[in-house]
């Protein structure tokens, strides 16, 4: 009875997408939907609508209101342009920055985007072709606009694309702007889409917000000598058919580097990913044609960036000579262990600067900060919220460096997202300062391993698609709630924080206060063998994710590959406990 109300529901929303206001190829589709005996994709298209996440808007591409298309983008950016509109009407002129990446659609829906600011009185600039996610934050900023789109689905498979928005400090979208940017977009409907652009408002921008941006970021490097020393660093790069290919190789180059090799067959601009079977540089598959040109070239580093080139992935040879994955947590853990450990050595640390890194992200991160007694502080998954931090200290405190576990980081802060051109940048310069010290990234990561302490971490992501999926994930959230367990992994439970009440309660049931700036859908516990598991739904997609992370102790170097065997018991016994 329950599925005959839905597909009644459903069948009504769509049949108002059969209307005149609507094309004929959109029109065709939802018919054939609507035709269908089999109602699943007809209630997958339409049984709500696509709303900001973590990551703005993103979906499977097709008709309906829960999917990508000219209509629920030209809703989104309506709306915006309604509420940029309301929000800055005493400006003579409202700007925004509007960027894509290589995906099927994002250049249609990137124009489209332009047209209807620019139809609203809003300035447009638009980006000549694709452009990593990050040049978009900057040219918010550099231009001195009011908000900013970036057509993208990031490092998600090739039937998605996306929608990210970004407010003046060129930042995604936080409250209370993103509640109310979705209730303009909520009141939208197709006939009040202004679809016909004025071009005397838009303006294409390139190569002039390029140099800028790429001069800014070479102004990062900490140690430009050990460039000049290590100019011959043999580096290997893909940018898994998207945006990096436009900037990545010439910043290498501008820092100096000489002997850079771009995967060809990847450079080629293509949303179909033809080479990979994800284009995400988290998959080891993503990586396999770096790895076959670095292993005929003997390379120092691999190093791959996602669709928007947002993300970086690297890959480097172990005590073995083998090419082996350095996953998020590792990377963000070298990264700022090189920019602390390196400041500090060339009295460029002040002491008022800070690091960031989200709260599913490594604990080692707090061990390398409290040592060197740097200010380091925890907030919610998602890189808006690195950015709020950069900007409630603006003026008064330096932000030197931040990341998440999933392959973010951010060195810099003329840029408030996570960045891969500075990123490969800056790991090409710490590949060089190993390299100079006659060792690896490698060899650097076993050294904080055995300074610091051993930690393993695994993302285990139980996908659940659809109406159902998201039911099933809300009740599994519950349940964990309702039935906190007492042990995991065989070690009792010392301390629960649920981000969604803003409590921790330690194992003696005492209650205290989390102090965050909103509630957020997320668990974790911590047990007594210092285990640390975090559980929450993800913003982008439809499924849940558990971050587990497992400690440990590496006396010497070698004693890495039996750290890693026991960890992963841990780890084993970790999943069976959850069931997962």
Same mark, same amino acid.
């Given at each position: 009875?329950?599925?005959?109300?839905?597909?009644?529901?459903?069948?009504?929303?769509?049949?108002?997408?059969?209307?005149?206001?609507?094309?004929?190829?959109?029109?065709?589709?939802?018919?054939? @939907?609507?035709?269908?005996?089999?109602?699943?994709?007809?209630?997958?298209?339409?049984?709500?609508?696509?709303?900001?996440?973590?990551?703005?808007?993103?979906?499977?591409?097709?008709?309906?209101?829960?999917?990508?298309? #000219?209509?629920?983008?030209?809703?989104?950016?309506? %709306?915006?342009?309604?509420?940029?509109?309301?929000?800055?009407?005493?400006?003579?002129? #409202?700007?925004?920055?509007?960027?894509?990446?290589?995906? *099927?659609?994002?250049?249609?829906?990137?124009?489209?985007?332009?047209?209807?600011?620019?139809?609203?009185?809003?300035?447009?600039?638009?980006?000549?072709?694709?452009?990593?996610?990050?040049?978009?934050?900057?040219?918010?900023?550099?231009?001195?606009?009011?908000?900013?789109?970036?057509?993208?689905?990031?490092? *998600?498979?090739?039937?998605?694309?996306?929608?990210?928005?970004?407010?003046?400090?060129? !930042?995604?979208?936080?409250?209370?702007?993103?509640?109310?940017?979705?209730?303009?977009?909520?009141?939208?409907?197709?006939?009040?889409?202004?679809?016909?652009?004025?071009?005397?408002?838009?303006?294409?921008?390139?190569?002039?917000?390029?140099?800028?941006?790429?001069?800014?970021?070479?102004?990062? &490097?900490?140690?430009?000598?050990?460039?000049?020393?290590?100019?011959?660093?043999? #580096?290997?790069?893909?940018?898994?058919?998207?945006?990096?290919? +436009?900037?990545?190789?010439? &910043?290498?180059?501008?820092?100096?580097?000489?002997?850079?090799?771009?995967?060809?067959?990847?450079?080629?601009?293509?949303?179909?990913?033809?080479?990979?079977?994800?284009?995400?540089?988290? *998959?080891?598959?993503?990586?396999?044609?770096?790895?076959?040109?670095?292993?005929?070239?003997?390379?120092?580093?691999?190093?791959?960036?996602?669709?928007?080139?947002?993300?970086? %992935? @690297?890959?480097?040879?172990?005590?073995?000579?083998?090419?082996?994955?350095?996953?998020?947590?590792? +990377?963000?853990?070298?990264?700022?262990?090189?920019?602390?450990?390196?400041?500090?050595?060339?009295?460029?640390?002040?002491?008022?600067?800070?690091?960031?890194?989200?709260?599913?992200?490594?604990?080692?991160?707090?061990?390398?900060?409290?040592?060197?007694?740097?200010?380091?502080?925890?907030?919610?998954?998602?890189?808006?919220?690195?950015?709020?931090?950069?900007?409630? &200290?603006?003026?008064?405190?330096?932000? #030197?460096?931040?990341?998440?576990?999933?392959?973010?980081?951010?060195?810099?802060?003329?840029?408030?997202?996570?960045?891969?051109?500075? !990123?490969? &940048?800056?790991?090409?310069?710490?590949?060089?300062?190993?390299?100079?010290?006659?060792?690896?990234?490698?060899?650097?990561?076993?050294?904080?391993?055995?300074?610091?302490?051993?930690?393993?971490?695994?993302?285990?992501?139980?996908?659940?698609?659809?109406?159902?999926?998201?039911?099933?994930?809300?009740?599994?959230?519950?349940?964990?709630?309702?039935?906190?367990?007492?042990?995991?992994?065989?070690?009792?439970?010392?301390?629960?924080?649920?981000?969604?009440?803003?409590?921790?309660?330690?194992?003696?049931?005492?209650?205290?206060?989390?102090?965050?700036?909103?509630?957020?859908?997320?668990?974790?516990?911590?047990?007594?063998?210092?285990?640390?598991?975090?559980?929450?739904?993800?913003?982008?997609?439809?499924?849940?994710?558990?971050?587990?992370?497992?400690?440990?102790?590496?006396?010497?170097?070698?004693?890495?590959?039996?750290?890693?065997?026991?960890?992963?018991?841990?780890?084993?016994?970790?999943?069976?406990?959850?069931?997962?």
């Amino acid at each position: 009875m329950e599925n005959q109300e839905l597909i009644k529901q459903v069948t009504e929303k769509a049949e108002q997408w059969l209307t005149p206001a609507y094309n004929a190829e959109t029109q065709a589709e939802v018919k054939r @939907m609507l035709d269908s005996d089999d109602k699943t994709e007809l209630i997958d298209s339409f049984y709500k609508d696509l709303e900001f996440g973590t990551g703005g808007l993103r979906g499977i591409m097709g008709a309906g209101s829960n999917r990508m298309n #000219i209509y629920t983008v030209g809703a989104a950016t309506q %709306g915006l342009a309604n509420y940029l509109n309301k929000c800055f009407k005493d400006r003579d002129q #409202i700007s925004v920055v509007v960027g894509h990446d290589c995906r *099927n659609n994002s250049r249609k829906f990137a124009e489209i985007s332009a047209a209807i600011f620019s139809a609203n009185g809003i300035k447009v600039y638009l980006f000549d072709d694709l452009r990593p996610t990050p040049e978009v934050s900057f040219a918010i900023r550099h231009l001195g606009c009011q908000s900013g789109i970036n057509i993208t689905a990031s490092h *998600n498979p090739r039937e998605y694309n996306g929608y990210k928005a970004y407010w003046d400090d060129g !930042a995604q979208v936080l409250a209370p702007h993103d509640t109310a940017i979705i209730e303009e977009v909520n009141k939208v409907k197709v006939s009040d889409i202004k679809f016909e652009g004025n071009q005397d408002l838009i303006q294409v921008i390139g190569e002039d917000v390029d140099k800028v941006y790429l001069d800014m970021v070479h102004g990062i &490097s900490i140690d430009p000598a050990v460039i000049k020393r290590q100019k011959d660093l043999c #580096i290997v790069y893909t940018p898994l058919h998207g945006a990096g290919r +436009t900037l990545i190789p010439r &910043s290498l180059k501008e820092w100096g580097f000489e002997n850079v090799h771009c995967v060809e067959e990847q450079m080629v601009k293509d949303g179909n990913f033809p080479t990979v079977v994800s284009p995400n540089p988290e *998959n080891a598959e993503a990586l396999t044609l770096a790895i076959k040109l670095a292993k005929q070239l003997d390379a120092d580093i691999v190093m791959a960036s996602d669709p928007d080139a947002d993300r970086v %992935g @690297m890959a480097c040879k172990n005590d073995k000579g083998e090419w082996v994955l350095i996953n998020g947590n590792q +990377t963000c853990l070298i990264f700022l262990y090189y920019i602390i450990r390196n400041r500090l050595a060339m009295g460029k640390m002040k002491p008022n600067d800070f690091i960031v890194k989200t709260i599913v992200t490594t604990e080692l991160i707090k061990a390398v900060a409290d040592k060197n007694h740097i200010e380091m502080r925890d907030c919610y998954t998602g890189f808006k919220w690195i950015a709020r931090e950069i900007r409630l &200290s603006e003026g008064k405190q330096q932000y #030197i460096g931040g990341g998440e576990e999933s392959y973010g980081f951010l060195a810099e802060d003329f840029v408030r997202d996570k960045d891969a051109v500075s !990123a490969c &940048s800056l790991l090409a310069e710490i590949c060089a300062w190993a390299k100079d010290q006659g060792k690896t990234l490698y060899d650097i990561l076993m050294e904080i391993y055995v300074e610091y302490g051993f930690s393993k971490e695994t993302t285990v992501n139980v996908v659940k698609p659809g109406k159902t999926g998201a039911e099933e994930i809300q009740k599994m959230m519950s349940d964990f709630r309702a039935n906190p367990p007492k042990e995991i992994g065989g070690s009792p439970v010392v301390l629960t924080k649920d981000y969604k009440v803003l409590k921790a309660t330690d194992g003696q049931g005492n209650v205290s206060d989390l102090v965050m700036p909103e509630t957020s859908n997320v668990l974790q516990y911590f047990t007594e063998d210092g285990t640390k598991i975090s559980v929450r739904p993800s913003g982008t997609e439809p499924k849940i994710k558990f971050y587990i992370e497992v400690k440990g102790q590496m006396k010497c170097a070698g004693c890495y590959e039996k750290a890693c065997a026991e960890a992963e018991q841990k780890v084993e016994a970790v999943r069976k406990s959850l069931g997962i």
